[in-house]
């Protein structure tokens, strides 16, 4: 007799990150009444980037809130809602005009709960793409990840596939910090499968905890959101050449999760880190940091190396653009480089 | 007698000081009157009677509970010379323009709709990333820019195209700033219809929004300080104005006593979000006020209505040293952006009615022909001249053989593509190279920080090459390492 309640069919359903930040959010509006959305575009017209399609429709103007263009304006009326007592999810158009907000995010938001000993939370979440896009130069592509990653008193998210992003928004929801989710445009559109389990109304990706995309053994290849793709293409042309990568999600970036780094680069002995932003102070140069100073550091066989962004303003022409962010070939570059191959 | 002195000086020798002058220095208070004047000692050190004596506002005190209601309901009037079929309503009001110059208007309106309708076509067959059309608007931009003085310093926001169509800004060069072409004065660098130029006073555009509004106070008071007879005129939407830093520039403009033109652009939409749900007081001419700023509405879609009121406000800006806000009523009838699709969230109808009932174009057309200076011949040869006009300009921006920042375009026998610089050494490509390396990273202004083992994205931007025409080397895609 075939054991067939033993089988268990995991349905793998194809959905995009864009998709699943939304249905993430769509089921933490329906779990608990206080959380609500606010940002420019958001309602009627489903979000700048589509991401809040259908929430307005379904949840009314009392949950799914449209401002006028102040970000220091609503980042602000946010965190007084959440200091009252409701969740908000405040959204950026993009992270670059969160600095006209800053001071709310910074000093409001995460300064908050420690500043009055412990009595008043601020249970928010700023979300909103982050990093390069496409064409849109300087003031549309910086990377935020370092800057909201040096705060103490945030949690900052970067997810990179459709699992990361339904589990990380949900995740930052239910958190009663304040939280920054740097999501990104170009992988908004990007469909991955979502399993069973990931499809589950109840289903969280734990905040402070790194996934190993893939195993290896020779180089330890660590990095957030939109790169994790191109370290995986890397690790597949270079696994033809028996090189085998073991590629780092971080997933967090602040609580960082060096425990994963550590224990990955005590097993191969090598590592480089991938990121869009900039190089300096970045976070790279954290993880680089870290791994100094904890147990990892003498297992290395070679200086940790980082592959950044350029360092200069995202300029628009394509040609300039492609050559300002890390690439398949930088990538596959600098793991050889280490490798002393 | 000497209030009355001090007032005439404030408000211009030429004018006497009539019931609005009277208004005008109570409410000034003590406005423009020096430290030791007498008046200004004496409004410290009150009479015996029961006045208010409170540092912060002029005012008699009231014993009746009276909240002021805003008044939207009749709001601030909307200042118009044409009605919407292009007749002068009050004669008096005519600026009685040279006929060269009106056609000057209506050829810089025409010619930048023509070029718009291109570069918008362009960003949907994939040449260009992005673009924002000015539909609608033309009459805001001609008309400020013609009441200007060539050297007034423009602090745009986007959608201002207009203004420096009128300073007669080459079409190649908006071409070149779209397109990031070599001939392209911002180098690559800034996304499409960024533009600016030193040369015609003109700040280079910058995304986030209302920031020139502190920044063209600063200007403008820099201008006060060097005794420049010169305006600063700062454009902005009705969006914009919501931002923080558009009451920051407001307040300094009016406490500073800056010789500047707030100019709001009210289209009517914030991409999607309608004004109703931008603000609910009178728009933005009704906050001048509040802030001590002389404000006026007019009609933006009558261009001799926009001319009247720059004119005036630049003279007196100048003359005064205090700020005006103009908000320009008017409507976007084209998309936010090539982004945007606004059949969402507006009827065609409603679009329509503004391109068929009541657009700049087509009203000034009529005042044209109604004097006789335009007709129909005219008007089907300008069309065909500037379309001829905007794709040759075109074609020389896109055309083979052009060099972008970074790249080529080169002849092959599949026909005309991109290339990037190769791995291999510059001499083997029998191209001659306009700088050299170590040139090209000084002039990128970024150090070559990393050594070569460490594998920074090349990212150096670099000079563009000068490549000999039908040379026909094939070039493998890559890019330039810095060694």
Redesign the interface.
């Known amino acids: 007799m075939a054991a067939v309640s033993g089988l268990v069919r995991r349905s793998l359903e194809q959905v995009t990150v864009r998709e699943a930040i939304n249905q993430g959010m769509d089921e933490e509006l329906e779990r608990d009444e206080k959380v609500f959305l606010l940002g420019e575009e958001v309602a009627q017209y489903d979000g700048a980037y589509k991401v809040s399609r259908g929430l307005w429709k379904k949840y009314g103007d009392k949950r799914i809130i449209d401002t006028p263009i102040s970000e220091m304006g609503f980042a602000g009326i946010a965190v007084g809602a959440a200091m009252a007592g409701l969740r908000p999810i405040c959204e950026f158009m993009t992270f670059n005009f969160s600095m006209q907000a800053i001071d709310q995010v910074i000093n409001s938001a995460a300064k908050t709960y420690y500043m009055s000993g412990g009595l008043q939370p601020v249970p928010i979440v700023f979300r909103g793409p982050n990093g390069a896009s496409a064409g849109v130069a300087a003031q549309h592509s910086q990377c935020f990840a370092a800057w909201y990653g040096h705060c103490p008193g945030l949690k900052v998210v970067s997810p990179w596939n459709s699992e990361d992003a339904k589990g990380l928004i949900k995740s930052a929801i239910r958190d009663n910090n304040p939280v920054v989710v740097l999501e990104n445009e170009l992988m908004y559109g990007v469909p991955f499968e979502l399993s069973s389990e990931a499809q589950s109304k109840d289903f969280l990706v734990p905040i402070g905890k790194a996934k190993i995309e893939r195993q290896g053994t020779h180089i330890t290849v660590v990095s957030h959101s939109r790169p994790v793709g191109h370290c995986l293409e890397a690790a597949t042309v270079l696994s033809k050449e028996g090189i085998e990568c073991e590629v780092i999600n971080m997933r967090t970036i602040r609580p960082m999760d060096i425990e994963t780094i550590e224990a990955s680069v005590m097993k191969t002995n090598h590592l480089v880190t991938v990121e869009g932003g900039w190089p300096q102070f970045g976070v790279g140069a954290e993880i680089c940091a870290r791994i100094m100073e904890g147990p990892a550091f003498n297992f290395l066989d070679a200086p940790a190396v980082r592959v950044t962004g350029a360092d200069v303003p995202m300029p628009y022409a394509k040609i300039l653009e492609d050559n300002s962010v890390p690439q398949v070939k930088d990538i596959i570059f600098a793991i050889k480089k280490t490798l002393n191959i | 007698m000497a209030v009355v002195t001090a007032a005439a000086r404030v408000l211009g020798s030429s004018r006497g000081l009539g019931q609005d002058g009277l208004l005008l220095l109570r409410r000034l208070g003590v406005r423009g009157l020096a430290i030791s004047h007498p008046q200004r000692q004496q409004q410290r050190f009150s009479s015996l009677d029961d006045k208010p004596q409170f540092p912060g506002a002029s005012a008699e005190f009231i014993d009746k509970l009276e909240f002021i209601q805003p008044n939207v309901i009749s709001g601030i009037p909307i200042y118009r010379v044409m009605d919407r079929q292009g007749q002068i309503i009050n004669p008096s009001e005519d600026p009685n323009l040279p006929q060269e110059k009106v056609l000057k208007f209506y050829k810089s309106m025409t010619l930048l709709n023509t070029m718009d309708r291109i570069l918008y076509e362009s960003q949907r067959q994939g040449r260009i990333?992005?673009y924002m059309t000015n539909y609608g608007e033309e009459g805001t931009h001609v008309g400020s820019a013609a009441a200007l003085d060539n050297t007034d310093l423009v602090f745009g926001q986007y959608r201002e195209a207009g203004v420096l169509m009128y300073r007669d800004y080459p079409l190649e060069l908006f071409m070149a700033q779209c397109y990031?072409n070599v001939s392209d004065l911002g180098k690559?660098?800034?996304?499409?219809v960024?533009y600016g130029c030193k040369e015609r006073h003109f700040v280079t555009i910058?995304?986030?929004?209302?920031t020139q509004i502190p920044q063209a106070v600063g200007a403008a008071y820099a201008a006060k300080r060097a005794n420049a007879n010169r305006v600063v005129i700062c454009y902005f939407g009705e969006?914009?104005a919501?931002?923080?830093?558009a009451h920051a520039g407001f307040n300094f403009a009016a406490t500073l006593e800056c010789p500047i033109i707030f100019f709001c652009r009210n289209n009517g939409y914030?991409?999607?979000?309608p004004t109703s749900?931008?603000?609910r007081g009178d728009g933005i001419a009704a906050r001048g006020p509040g802030y001590g700023i002389m404000s006026i509405r007019v009609d933006g879609n009558d261009v001799f209505a926009v001319y009247n009121a720059t004119k005036e406000a630049r003279r007196r800006a100048v003359a005064e040293n205090q700020p005006f806000l103009i908000e320009a009523m008017t409507y976007r009838i084209g998309h936010h952006s090539t982004s945007d699709d606004s059949s969402?969230?507006r009827s065609v109808d409603e679009v329509n009615y503004w391109d068929k009932q009541d657009h700049p174009i087509s009203r000034l057309r009529h005042y044209l022909q109604s004097r006789g200076w335009w007709d129909d011949e005219q008007e089907k040869d300008w069309r065909k001249q500037s379309r001829k006009k905007v794709r040759a300009s075109l074609w020389e921006t896109s055309a083979p053989g052009g060099v972008?920042?970074?790249?080529a375009l080169w002849r092959t026998p599949e026909g005309w593509k991109?290339w990037?610089l190769g791995d291999t050494e510059l001499g083997d490509l029998g191209v001659t190279p306009v700088m050299s390396l170590s040139g090209q990273a000084a002039w990128?202004?970024?150090p070559l920080?990393?050594p070569s083992?460490?594998?920074?994205?090349?990212?150096?931007?670099f000079a563009p090459l000068s490549l000999k025409r039908g040379t026909g080397v094939s070039i493998s895609e890559g890019?330039v390492r810095i060694r």
């Not at chain 2, 919501?242 to 830093?245: F, I, K, L, N, P």
């Not at chain 2, 914030?270 to 979000?273: D, F, H, L, P, V």
């Not at chain 2, 083992?453 to 931007?461: I, K």
Request: charged fraction near 10%.
């Open positions: 990333s992005f990031g690559g660098r800034q996304m499409p960024h910058s995304s986030p929004l209302a969006g914009a919501s931002e923080g830093d914030a991409i999607s979000t749900e931008q603000y969402a969230y972008f920042w970074g790249a991109v990037s990128a202004h970024a920080p990393y083992s460490v594998a920074v994205a090349p990212c150096l931007p890019c």
